[in-house]
């Protein structure tokens, strides 16, 4: 299994400003993933980021909003940008298991004030 | 459309009795389903997943989840729940290893001593 640490791990933010969320895995993936846990709610996928090219964003997410990095194959960074109070959710990356499904980071408390 | 319907929101158990958190999907073709745990303030946990073959999984913590194709249904099961199993349970499923995932709303499940 993979080993996927993100920073920060919670942040308070103020609206209107913007946060970069990090992700790094131990070991050379293809695709990573992003996505969005509101309060109380399930996992929502927001992007696949493939080292190389452009995010492919799910419907209801744009590029604006959540822009994704991938310089290599361990690392990747989402940003929220010019955040609201409905963007206060757990951010979550996540790498696929060599045998299927998906193996994740602990997740990034965001809380927007 | 893709979906993933997990019908109880919060279930309680005694200690020591019997689970079973109930899992229907909506997928065009053949699913791979998988079942998450998640800890408060934690990261999702894989607790197994089915991708062909036995149609009885087993799983870590003592868990196993069976695959039924003919009620598209993927339950997962414990003989004797531990206080340690209060977590919040997610039941996902996607087209194949790629790893992104479309999940059910999950189930909280509570333990009484």
């Known amino acids: 299994s993979a080993v996927i640490s993100q920073k920060p791990s919670r942040d308070i933010c103020q609206r209107g400003t913007s946060l970069t969320i990090q992700c790094q895995v131990d070991s050379q993936v293809t695709m990573m993933f992003w996505y969005r846990q509101q309060p109380g709610q399930s996992l929502t996928l927001i992007a696949t980021a493939n080292q190389g090219s452009e995010a492919t964003y799910e419907s209801g997410f744009v590029i604006d909003k959540f822009p994704i990095s991938r310089p290599n194959l361990t690392f990747s960074t989402l940003t929220v940008s010019n955040m609201s109070p409905e963007d206060s959710s757990i951010y979550l990356c996540s790498v696929a298991g060599a045998l299927g499904g998906a193996f994740f980071g602990q997740g990034t408390r965001l809380t927007v004030v | 459309a893709q979906s993933v319907t997990q019908p109880d929101i919060h279930i309680t158990v005694s200690e020591g009795a019997s689970l079973e958190l109930r899992c229907n999907y909506s997928?065009?073709?053949?699913?791979?389903l998988f079942w998450y745990v998640q800890s408060p303030g934690q990261g999702l946990q894989l607790l197994l997943k089915?991708?062909?073959?036995?149609?009885l999984v087993q799983g870590i913590k003592g868990f196993e989840a069976e695959f039924k194709r003919s009620q598209s249904s993927f339950n997962l099961r414990k003989p004797s729940v531990h206080w340690s199993d209060a977590a919040e349970y997610f039941c996902a499923v996607s087209g194949g290893s790629q790893g992104n995932l479309i999940f059910g709303k999950g189930t909280k499940l509570s333990v009484k001593p």
């Open positions: 089915y991708f062909s073959g036995d149609t």
């Open positions: 997928y065009g073709a053949t699913p791979y």
